[in-house]
């Protein structure tokens, strides 16, 4: 069972790695085993590229400390209903030509209690992008045991709800909702036999002893997580953390190896904050045991690194997309091979 203690000393690991000292003995064998458990669980070279879509932004009666979405700030975001079926089967086939295998749909809901319609909707539009060839994954708030099954019937392959942070330091970021309410949607999603995904965010004000917290809980979860996002956050005007500092790479690339160690099977996103770093520090996350990120201008309502941009990294990286994983579709398959021999 992975402890606090030993998470902490992977953590102070990982740090001496990426720090002046890394030719200490912590350093190289942080170095050794960084490199070992990423090539056994992945292609050291293929990054999964996903898009994100804002499918209904803003007007969240949420009040997360980070998020341009709530309707507690004023941050210039405006609200919008649920974008229409073509509108959104559109913005797919663009990310599809553009390289990306996942396409996911972020809703600005607390939960989809109440919204059968939206959600019908919703369940259409995993049907038809899983149609195109292309994974799927959705973000809607909370969601009950029911309609996590819904959704699995619909072709949904992977469900993000971020736990953001530790426990202890949760109630100063979000009180709207608990951290218990988050573990049981995973635990809603997990039982309905769909990916789950979920990761947290770093420069909320938290301590070292949070992120490991955090990283703590998802490790210990019933199954790691088949993605974890690790965000940094991005500071916007009118919220309460709109005067945080930035994140240095440092921080995120201590995140990010540790992550890798600790769940190894386990999809590590360079996630949101991406776009303020350059070419050689996003390398530098790629090492340290990053797979997937997301492409295209937009994260939700935030920036993000732009398509041609991140073209050219992979070409100067020799970094090769991931394929999309069907992996339902391949048991359906071997087991029609196993029954017909």
């Not at 000292?21 to 960084?34: I, P, V």
Request: aromatic content about 6%.
């Amino acid at each position: 069972m992975l402890s606090i203690r030993s998470l902490n000393v992977v953590m102070r690991s990982c740090s001496c790695y990426y720090s002046s000292s890394a030719l200490s003995a912590a350093a190289t064998e942080a170095e050794k085993t960084l490199r070992e458990v990423h090539r056994r669980a992945h292609n050291f070279r293929e990054v999964q590229r996903c898009t994100l879509l804002s499918i209904k932004t803003g007007g969240c009666s949420e009040d997360c400390s980070y998020c341009p979405q709530s309707s507690r700030y004023q941050t210039g975001v405006k609200s919008h209903k649920l974008m229409t079926k073509d509108a959104v089967l559109e913005a797919a086939k663009q990310a599809k030509e553009a390289g990306s295998t996942r396409f996911c749909m972020g809703a600005a809901w607390r939960d989809t209690v109440g919204r059968k319609t939206n959600f019908n909707q919703i369940l259409e539009y995993v049907k038809e992008i899983r149609d195109m060839g292309m994974e799927v994954c959705c973000t809607l708030g909370m969601l009950e045991k029911q309609q996590a099954l819904e959704l699995k019937k619909a072709g949904l392959t992977a469900y993000n709800h971020n736990l953001d942070t530790s426990k202890e330091y949760y109630p100063n970021i979000i009180t709207t909702r608990t951290y218990d309410e988050r573990l049981e949607t995973l635990q809603h999603v997990r039982e309905a036999g769909i990916n789950v995904c979920s990761g947290g965010i770093i420069g909320l004000g938290e301590a070292e002893e949070d992120r490991v917290g955090l990283l703590h809980t998802l490790a210990t979860l019933p199954a790691h997580p088949e993605s974890v996002p690790i965000n940094a956050l991005v500071a916007v005007e009118g919220t309460p953390l709109q005067d945080q500092k930035p994140v240095e790479i440092w921080e995120m690339i201590r995140m990010i190896a540790t992550a890798r160690i600790v769940m190894p099977t386990s999809m590590v996103r360079l996630s949101a904050g991406r776009v303020r770093f350059s070419m050689p520090e996003q390398a530098l996350c790629f090492l340290a045991g990053a797979n997937s990120i997301f492409t295209g201008e937009k994260l939700l309502t935030t920036p993000n690194n732009d398509y041609d941009a991140d073209q050219d990294m992979f070409k100067i990286l020799g970094l090769i997309p991931k394929p999309p994983s069907f992996p339902e579709e391949e048991a359906s398959c071997d087991e029609a091979v196993s029954s017909s021999g």
